[in-house]
Structures are given as C-alpha cells and as structure tokens.
T-cell receptor
Framework: DAGVIQSPRHEVTEMGQEVTLRCKPI?????LFWYRQTMMRGLELLIY????????DSGMPEDRFSAKMPNASFSTLKIQPSEPRDSAVYFC??????????FGQGTRLTVV | AQKVTQAQTEISVVEKEDVTLDCVYE???????LFWYKQPPSGELVFLIR????DEQNEISGRYSWNFQKSTSSFNFTITASQVVDSAVYFC??????????????WGAGTKLIIKP
C-alpha cells in the first residue's frame, strides 16, 4: 500500500490567497484526521471524519478553514483567505476503526 | 480531561548513551491506548508503538523499550545505545476513545532528542 498521500508537499502562497491541501487515505480506512503542527502549539487536531462524515471540527481555528471528504478516497482542507499565522505543517492521517493512525508526509505551508 | 505531558523539551546525549523519554498522561477513561511516534528531520510521523490500558507488560523492540505504569500514569520510552539516526522529535499520545468506534489522539508537546556523534 502506498500509505497516506498528501499533496502538495510544500506550498508557498501570498496572504489572502486560497490554499487547498489534499489527502488520499489508505484504502479501507474509514476515518480521516487533519492535524496542524506548529512550534508554538505542537500537534493540534483540526477535524476528523468517520465514513466521510465530519464528526468533530471543534479544532478548526475559524471560518477561514473548511474541510471536505466527498468520498472515501479523498479529502481536502481549504484555507480562504490565508494569513501568515496559518503557516504550519498540515498532516493528514487515516485509520480503520480501533486501528492505528497512519500519517501522510505532511504539507508545509508558508503564507507570506 | 485528557492530557499528555512530555516535560523534557529537548535532550542531548552522546552516541551510545542510553536515554529515557518521559510521558505522563491524564485520563478518566478506563480503556485507552497510548502511542509513541517519531518525527525525524525529514518531517513525517512514524508510528513506533501502541499499548492498550489493560496491558502493562513492558515491551522491547531492539534498542527500544517502553515502560508502562498505570500507577503513575506514565509510559516512558528508553533508547539503549543511542545512535545518531535516533535524532528526532518523539511524541507521546493518548487515545480518547469515543464509544466503540473512532478515536482521536491527544498529543504531548514532543521531546527533541539530539544524539551527538
């Protein structure tokens, strides 16, 4: 299996632009998680989906952030408009019920 | 509330020394999982171990060993005869079991381990 695939690996964008991060979970996994990692706050859970349905989005910082999971093999995290404080590494992870969480390699986002 | 504390922000040792990374957790759940993940300089998160709350047996995997003690709510990680390649940030995490299905991970802040040649 190819593992959890995230794209792009790196993204540099200007403040105010829309940013879309993509994630392909491991086939057969029914839960998907989006995390943000910063030096100040460590790893934070932003949102997670179970069977494509958002379960808990309490970690989403504000309305500028939105996440979708249109099917079992794809999810997006969108930031619109982006701000410099959104600069971080964003991880996607997937798991099957009660199983281990496997992480993608992350997307390093820099907003200038 | 669930919480994971990794009090050691950074540890630096010379190669071949043994090193222990501390992890203390808080939870009201009686059933939970504890994890260690490694994040090497390349940035990805690598799973190391999962332990469920009913299994207090210590585990050894090569140079890695884990000491789980429910009495002190600790799940410490020891690297024996450390190597430069062990340099990474190590995260301890606790699962917050929701019903009988999915869970989310509560993360410690991480410990940066530097192994000097």
């Amino acid at each position: 299996d190819a593992g959890v695939i995230q794209s792009p690996r790196h993204e540099v964008t200007e403040m105010g632009q829309e940013v879309t991060l993509r994630c392909k979970p491991i086939s057969g996994h029914n839960s998907l998680f989006w995390y943000r990692q910063t030096m100040m706050r460590g790893l934070e859970l932003l949102i997670y989906f179970n069977n494509n349905v958002p379960i808990d989005d309490s970690g989403m910082p504000e309305d500028r952030f939105s996440a979708k999971m249109p099917n079992a093999s794809f999810s997006t995290l969108k930031i619109q408009p982006s701000e410099p404080r959104d600069s971080a590494v964003y991880f996607c992870a997937s798991t099957r019920t009660g199983g281990l969480a496997f992480f993608g390699q992350g997307t390093r986002l820099t907003v200038v | 509330a669930q919480k994971v504390t990794q009090a050691q922000t950074e540890i630096s040792v010379v190669e071949k020394e043994d090193v222990t990374l501390d992890c203390v957790y808080e939870t009201r759940d009686t059933t939970y999982y504890l994890f260690w993940y490694k994040q090497p300089p390349s940035g990805e998160l690598v799973f190391l171990i999962r332990r469920n709350s009913f299994d207090e047996q210590n585990e050894i995997s090569g140079r890695y060993s884990w000491n789980f003690q429910k009495s002190t709510s600790s799940f410490n990680f020891t690297i024996t005869a450390s190597q430069v390649v062990d340099s990474a940030v190590y995260f301890c995490a606790l699962s917050d079991l929701e019903g009988d299905s999915n869970y989310q991970l509560i993360w410690g802040a991480g410990t940066k381990l530097i192994i000097k040649p």
